[in-house]
């Protein structure tokens, strides 16, 4: 009979565990500081920002803005435009308009793409871009490479009806359902509240969606706008952003029942409004007190000049 040795197991001595008092007790409290803190954001976000709230914010927020970006695509297949405009606000004011139009047929295929530069007192275009797979009449491809990228002066303010007509067109962009610019805080202050004294917003908070574009999360809120009131407030918001009135908006041609049904988009992670949906086209806003600064041209040549240069590549 074989005797099988016996394990022998190694004897590990168990330390008795040491706790420091003073660390644990710096850790519960830092745990119960993030856990205050925590539920204190949650609760904010889920009592006091309403969708109401957050509607009101985001408006305040578009009149406190140095610069955003409005994007609107127009068409579908075979003729599609897509504008992209950045507002620039305050001393420096400028509007940079990127405009696409893009057409195709059967036989053909054709994109133009110009940008515009308005400023109060002068406006300037450039063609960044123009294609087309037609042919000329001798058969060849047409080349328009050497007017890409040359700026024409299109309007320069030199006389005191000429400055009135362009600062007409510098405003008229800025017209849509809501208000945005870079006011001060007590002329933003009296805009908001005159909205909301004239009830210009009729929306019934009950009726709010939250939808997902693009993996985000936004508040959709259906609304009827009272078209006199509302008039009338944005002609004082022109006039407290240095343009005076507005004439081509008469509060007075519009009755006091017209209403506009709109649907706002705010996004809730910086109470802002990400679209505004019109019965042809949804305006896509973004790009918040991103400031990029409009490139002036300096040698800008006359728009008549530009055109024949075109005419003679045709």
Not at 4 to 32: D, E
Not at 102 to 130: D, F, H
């Amino acid at each position: 009979m074989i005797k099988v040795p016996k394990l022998q197991l190694p004897t590990i001595k168990l330390k008795k565990p040491q706790i420091n008092y003073k660390k644990l007790a710096i850790r519960l409290s830092i745990i119960s500081v993030l856990l205050f803190f925590v539920s204190g954001y949650i609760a904010y976000n889920k009592l006091y920002l309403t969708n109401e709230r957050r509607f009101w914010s985001a408006i305040d927020n578009s009149l406190a803005t140095s610069s955003v970006v409005r994007s609107v695509e127009s068409g579908g297949t075979g003729n599609k435009t897509v504008e992209t405009t950045r507002f620039n606000f305050g001393t420096e004011a400028t509007i940079n308009r990127i405009t696409s139009v893009g057409t195709k047929n059967a036989t053909s295929e054709s994109n133009v793409t110009t940008q515009n530069i308005l400023t109060p007192t002068a406006q300037y275009v450039r063609y960044e871009n123009i294609f087309t797979s037609e042919k000329k009449a001798s058969g060849g491809d047409y080349d328009f490479s050497s007017i890409k990228g040359v700026w024409a002066k299109q309007a320069e303010a030199t006389s005191p009806e000429e400055a009135d007509q362009l600062k007409l067109s510098y405003v008229q962009p800025q017209v849509t359902l809501a208000p945005f610019g870079n006011l001060r805080a007590v002329d933003r202050r009296q805009i908001v509240k005159e909205l909301k004294d004239s009830n210009v917003y009729e929306i019934d908070y009950t009726k709010t969606l939250r939808t997902v574009i693009d993996d985000k999360q936004f508040i959709m809120l259906p609304a009827k706008v009272k078209l006199k009131s509302y008039v009338t407030v944005l002609q004082k918001h022109f006039d407290f952003m240095g343009f005076g009135m507005f004439p081509p908006l008469n509060a007075d041609n519009y009755p006091d029942k017209a209403r506009y049904s709109v649907q706002f988009l705010v996004n809730p992670s910086n109470n802002t409004i990400a679209g505004i949906k019109l019965d042809s086209q949804t305006e896509n806003y973004s790009n918040y007190g991103v400031n990029a600064k409009a490139p002036i041209p300096n040698d800008a040549i006359p728009l008549d000049e530009l055109q024949q240069k075109l005419q003679s590549l045709q």
